[in-house]
T-cell receptor, first 112, second 114 residues
Framework: AQSVTQLDSQVPVFEEAPVELRCNYS??????LFWYVQYPNQGLQLLLK??????LVKGINGFEAEFNKSQTSFHLRKPSVHISDTAEYFC??????????FGTGTRLQVFP | DTGVSQNPRHKITKRGQNVTFRCDPI?????LYWYRQTLGQGPEFLTY????????KSRLLSDRFSAERPKGSFSTLEIQRTEQGDSAMYLC????????????FGDGTRLSIL
């Protein structure tokens, strides 16, 4: 069975500071990893995905994530956040089946 | 790319009533998924279709829930005899149809049971 753990339910940060949102996964098979962002009362928007190849993945809005197989992690990073990055962020995994397994989310709150 | 469309955006109903939601996927996408998201949680998988065939159903999908995709295009999710615990955001997603293809989500239907 696959699972995703997002250890931080909330991450407060000041504007222009760097941020890291943590994600750890568990799976007995090879996985595909995703980060999605959700703004209030909206659906999920794909930020980036890891399928294979380079372990450093760049996504939209200046976000990037690094796949670490030995630590089973896929942490999301941004060097300088903006007020508009305030949202809920979800890490997700899919493997041999097509369904996405999501973490419980991390609320990123950016303060001026 | 017009995106995934879901209707209605909000539905308020009394306990015991039946409700139906509609999802229109991105036109060239052959896979369609339904998820449920409760407050403070990540989305949970309910079911998915490959064209008109329903390929997998979660145990969360009780016998009061039924989903269809009759012509392999739009899909409907019906909940019969709604209960308080059914209050949630119901999300639809579509994709080109393999585990490494990203799923594109609609804005969801928020169901509130009075």
């Amino acid at each position: 069975a696959q699972s995703v753990t997002q250890l931080d339910s909330q991450v407060p940060v000041f504007e222009e500071a760097p941020v890291e949102l943590r994600c750890n996964y568990s799976s007995s098979v090879s996985v595909y990893l995703f980060w999605y962002v959700q703004y209030p009362n909206q659906g999920l928007q794909l930020l980036l995905k890891y399928l294979s190849g380079s372990t450093l993945v760049k996504g939209i809005n200046g976000f990037e994530a690094e796949f670490n197989k030995s630590q089973t992690s896929f942490h999301l990073r941004k060097p300088s956040v903006h007020i508009s990055d305030t949202a809920e962020y979800f890490c997700a995994v899919s493997g041999s089946t097509d369904k996405l397994i999501f973490g419980t989310g991390t609320r990123l709150q950016v303060f001026p | 790319d017009t995106g995934v469309s879901q209707n209605p955006r909000h539905k308020i109903t009394k306990r015991g009533q039946n409700v139906t939601f509609r999802c229109d996927p991105i036109s060239e996408h052959n896979r369609l998924y339904w998820y449920r998201q409760t407050l403070g949680q990540g989305p949970e998988f309910l079911t998915y279709f490959q064209n008109e065939a329903q390929l997998e159903k979660s145990r969360l999908l009780s016998d009061r829930f039924s989903a269809e995709r009759p012509k392999g295009s739009f899909s409907t999710l019906e909940i019969q005899r709604t209960e308080q615990g059914d209050s949630a955001m119901y999300l639809c997603a579509s994709s080109l149809g393999s585990p490494n293809q990203p799923q594109h989500f609609g804005d969801g239907t928020r169901l509130s049971i009075l």
